[in-house]
C-alpha cells in the first residue's frame, strides 16, 4: 500500500504543477502523445493453448509535464473469461518523445503493483519504444514494440509487438484500437475511449 500512495502522491503532485504550467498540447492534431485526457479501456488477449481468454477494463489519465514529457496514473481490472476474478493493478508511467513533423517517437516507462488472486501480491514494470504519426488531423497510428514483467520473480515476463490508431472523433474525443502480438503466440485486442480536457 505505501508504493501505491507514492505512486498516487507522485503522479498528483506532477499533475497539480502541469496544471499551472503552459504546454502545448496541440489540441488539432491527431494521436494522444502530448494531450491531457482521461481514458477508458477494454482489452481482450486470445491466450496460446488456452480454453479460456483474459480480459481487462481500466481507468487512465494523463497529464504533459511539458513538451517532451506526459506523466500518466492508471487502474484496472482483470479476469478471465466466465468472470474469475484475476487481480486488481494500479499504474503509473512516464512517457518521453519528440516532435519532428507529423512523428512522435517515444519511449514509455512504467511501474505499478498487483494485487493478483491465484498469487501473491507484486510489483510489475514495463518498457516501450515506439512511434505515433499522425496520418492527418483526425486520425493517428500507432507501432511499438514493449516488454514487461515484475520485479524479482520474473512470472510474467513478455515481449509484445503492437499497432494502434486514434480517431478525433471531435476536438474533445477520442477512440482508439490496438492489436498486439504478445511473446509465445497470444494476440491482445484494445478499444477505448478518450476525454480530451
Not at 6 to 24: E, N, R
Not at 152 to 178: C, F, M
Amino acid at each position: 500500500m505505501k508504493l501505491v500512495a507514492v505512486i498516487a502522491a507522485s503522479v498528483l503532485s506532477v499533475a497539480a504543477f502541469a496544471q499551472t504550467t503552459a504546454v502545448d498540447t496541440e489540441t488539432s492534431s491527431a494521436g494522444l502523445i502530448g494531450k491531457r485526457y482521461v481514458d477508458t479501456g477494454f482489452s481482450w488477449v486470445d491466450i496460446n493453448n488456452s480454453s479460456v481468454e483474459g480480459m481487462d477494463a481500466g481507468l487512465a489519465v494523463n497529464v504533459p509535464v511539458n513538451a517532451n514529457f506526459d506523466v500518466s496514473l492508471g487502474y484496472s481490472y482483470a479476469w478471465l473469461e466466465g468472470a474469475e476474478e484475476l487481480g486488481h493493478t494500479v499504474n503509473a508511467a512516464v512517457t518521453g518523445y519528440i516532435t519532428r513533423g507529423e512523428n512522435k517517437p517515444f519511449a514509455r516507462l512504467n511501474v505499478g503493483y498487483d494485487w493478483a488472486k491465484f498469487d501473491s501480491d507484486h510489483g510489475i514494470w514495463g518498457a516501450a519504444v515506439g512511434i505515433e504519426r499522425a496520418v492527418n488531423s483526425k486520425l493517428s497510428s500507432t507501432l511499438s514494440v514493449g516488454y514487461g514483467d515484475d520485479f524479482g520473480q520474473h512470472r510474467q515476463g513478455a515481449w509484445n509487438v503492437a499497432l494502434g490508431a486514434t480517431y478525433n472523433v471531435t476536438s474533445k474525443i477520442v477512440v482508439s484500437a490496438e492489436v498486439a502480438y504478445i511473446e509465445l503466440g497470444s494476440l491482445g485486442y484494445t478499444a477505448g475511449v478518450a476525454y480530451r480536457f
